[in-house]
């Protein structure tokens, strides 16, 4: 006897009896993603019938929250060539409901080998990986983490299904007037915006801590922070969701009253008088009004981000830096003296104290600056009083030893003349170097106490060329030659001739003192009409001052001469202070320096008058 098995068309059949009635949610999606076949179970998962699925496009079932994506990226699994895909998601069902899935796609292949269609395989998802908690456990689980806030339960529907007694204390209602109820009424905006929350918690959004106002039975607002739980189904259907409510009402005037302090004290420290600077991790974080005044900097630029050596020169940087990090370890720092670059290059001298502050479990460092430029140059003016005070009682000690006997010297020179008058030329020089002498120590007296001037009006001209005349002979000795361009224009001065004169010889000597290989002096006068001077000019070519020493120059006892005395250019200084008049030094190394001098133009002045 001969078994024979069902016909084709049978058995066609029969496969598609046993697809269509499988317990599990089944569906075959063709390569464009369409419905094929589905499954009874499937239909009753979503709230679909076969015949409204049947050719639509598998994306009709959308995803929360986004549902412009595809629902089983079928094109991405053709595309890798992936026989096997799975995920979890959530989907809508025909009514709206959520419902949380777990679906495995499968490629079918013909016996060729080339993709046919997809099976996909669709049951619901579980909450957790353990075992689902029981509806009574979550419930007792919320109550005991949220037990201090205010906590209800609702359905799908936003029904109030039960309430804690912190909900009460919080809002005023009593549980016999919420339980079975729509959210309150007077509560609209409650109302609205807590069911927009827990539709974001079913298309699976996480609701944690979202910070909004809310209102009491009286109308008062209450500033709370919303999270949403949804509680799941065993079949994976939101069944309910619930509610924790946090008042923020304390914790809001808490921070609004730091905030109020902070912006105060910011407030206080941007328009303090007193520069101020913060560090953190050693950079530069705030700089205040001041701060950026002090340093030339426009209050629309900033120094955030610089960092210490940033802000001083060489030695000064180094020390800045140890300080803020000494300030990082909690070390306070006493007052430091340091030399601080402005915008435009320049330098002050300030003085700055380090002060450590932890603020949000950071370190800072707050520098207050002084600035102490005008403290320094006061102190330097005294300094320099000081020296020529003790100059000028040496001067005048000294003027007086040498007078004494240069007197009794005149007599006895003038009483030999007398008795031989055959040497005559002789007594001349020897009365001319006297008168020399005497002048020198009138103008050390001069330091110590300035005589009467006889001052008359004069053609500097005249002066200068006089000066030139009488140190050309030194000058071609040293191989210099001094050329003296003197205009054509008067430049009259009110001067002590001989003062004046002792001060362009002693500029002059200078000039060729400094050129030890030969060059050429230039001696210039003009008239400066914008500022009613008369300016003289002494250049020479020589070895030049540093720039660091040109501002020492004029001081007691400084000199860059060997053998020098650091008076004569001292004198020349106070003799044109006494002219009102004064002297302007420009140097650069290896090229020469030039001496400019600055008197009134006493022909303006007359012109004037």
């Given at each position: 006897m001969q078994l024979v098995g069902p016909e084709p068309f049978q058995e066609e059949q029969l496969h598609r009896l046993l697809f269509q009635q499988a317990p599990k949610a089944l569906g075959m999606i063709d390569l464009l993603g369409r419905w094929i076949d589905v499954s009874d179970a499937l239909c009753r998962m979503f709230g679909y019938t076969r015949k409204e699925l049947i050719y639509r496009r598998c994306d009709d079932i959308p995803q929360c929250g986004h549902p412009d994506e595809s629902t089983f990226r079928f094109e991405q699994a053709l595309r890798r060539k992936l026989n096997h895909h799975a995920q979890n998601k959530v989907l809508l069902c025909k009514d709206g409901h959520p419902i949380r899935i777990s679906f495995k796609m499968t490629l079918v292949r013909d016996d060729a080998g080339q993709p046919t269609c997809f099976l996909i395989e669709i049951e619901p998802a579980s909450v957790q990986p353990?075992?689902?908690?029981?509806?009574?456990?979550?419930?007792v689980r919320a109550y005991h983490q949220k037990i201090s806030d205010?906590?209800?339960?609702?359905?799908?529907n936003g029904i109030v299904l039960d309430m804690n007694e912190t909900y009460s204390i919080m809002f005023g209602w009593l549980p016999e007037e919420v339980i079975g109820q729509s959210l309150p009424s007077e509560t609209e905006t409650l109302g609205s915006s807590l069911l927009s929350l827990m539709e974001m918690a079913g298309q699976g959004h996480d609701v944690t801590c979202y910070?909004?106002?809310?209102?009491?039975?009286?109308?008062?607002?209450?500033?709370?922070?919303?999270?949403?739980?949804?509680?799941?189904?065993?079949?994976g259907m939101i069944m309910e969701f619930a509610v924790i409510m946090k008042d923020l009402t304390l914790h809001n005037k808490l921070w609004?009253?730091?905030?109020?302090?902070?912006?105060?004290?910011?407030?206080?420290?941007?328009?303090?008088?007193?520069?101020?600077?913060?560090?953190?991790?050693?950079?530069?974080?705030?700089?205040?009004?001041?701060?950026?005044?002090?340093?030339?900097?426009?209050e629309g630029d900033s120094l955030e981000?610089?960092?210490?050596?940033?802000?001083?020169?060489?030695?000064?940087?180094?020390?800045?830096?140890?300080?803020?990090?000494?300030?990082?370890?909690?070390?306070i720092n006493g007052p430091t003296e340091l030399?601080?670059?402005?915008?435009?290059?320049t330098v002050i001298e300030v003085e700055a104290v380090f002060i450590p502050a932890l603020l949000n479990g950071e370190t800072y460092v707050h520098v207050l600056i002084r600035d102490i430029t005008e403290r320094k140059q006061t102190q330097e003016l005294f300094r320099q009083?000081?020296?020529?005070?003790?100059?000028?009682?040496?001067?005048?000690?000294?003027?007086?030893?040498?007078?004494?006997?240069?007197?009794?010297?005149?007599?006895?020179?003038?009483?030999?003349?007398?008795?031989?008058?055959?040497?005559?030329?002789?007594?001349?020089?020897?009365?001319?170097?006297?008168?020399?002498?005497?002048?020198?120590?009138?103008e050390m007296l001069m330091l110590a106490k300035p005589n009467p001037s006889r001052m008359k009006v004069m053609d500097l001209r005249g002066v200068l060329k006089g000066v030139s005349q009488l140190l050309e002979t030194q000058a071609i000795l040293s191989n210099i030659e001094i050329h003296c361009r003197l205009g054509e224009e008067p430049g009259f001065v009110l001067c002590d001739e001989n003062q004046v004169k002792q001060v362009f010889v002693n500029l002059i000597k200078n000039a060729i003192e400094a050129m030890k290989y030969g060059g050429a002096i230039t001696v210039t006068v003009c008239i400066d009409r914008d500022n009613a001077e008369i300016v003289a000019e002494v250049k020479d070519e020589g070895c030049g001052i540093p720039e660091e020493q040109i501002a020492k120059i004029g001081q007691p006892f400084y000199t860059t001469k060997e053998k020098g005395t650091g008076l004569g250019l001292m004198v020349s200084y106070k003799i044109i202070e006494n002219h009102r008049g004064k002297i302007e030094v420009y140097s650069e190394a290896g090229v020469g320096t030039k001496f400019r001098i600055r008197l009134p133009d006493a022909g303006r002045q007359r012109l004037n008058s």
């Open positions: 353990a075992p689902a908690a029981g509806r009574e456990e979550q419930l205010a906590f209800m339960l609702l359905d799908r910070e909004t106002v809310k209102y009491r039975k009286d109308g008062s607002p209450v500033d709370v922070s919303v999270s949403v739980v949804p509680i799941f189904e065993d079949t609004k009253q730091a905030r109020e302090s902070e912006e105060t004290f910011a407030n206080l420290l941007e328009h303090s008088p007193e520069p101020f600077l913060v560090f953190r991790n050693s950079l530069c974080v705030y700089a205040n009004a001041a701060c950026l005044r002090m340093l030339g900097t426009d981000f610089r960092t210490p050596a940033q802000f001083g020169c060489q030695e000064s940087a180094k020390l800045l830096e140890e300080r803020v990090q000494r300030a990082m370890q909690g070390l030399q601080l670059f402005r915008m435009d290059g009083s000081d020296k020529m005070k003790a100059v000028g009682q040496m001067a005048a000690g000294l003027a007086h030893e040498i007078r004494n006997p240069l007197t009794a010297i005149k007599g006895f020179v003038q009483l030999a003349e007398m008795q031989l008058p055959s040497k005559s030329e002789y007594f001349t020089i020897i009365k001319s170097e006297i008168e020399r002498i005497d002048s020198i120590t009138s």
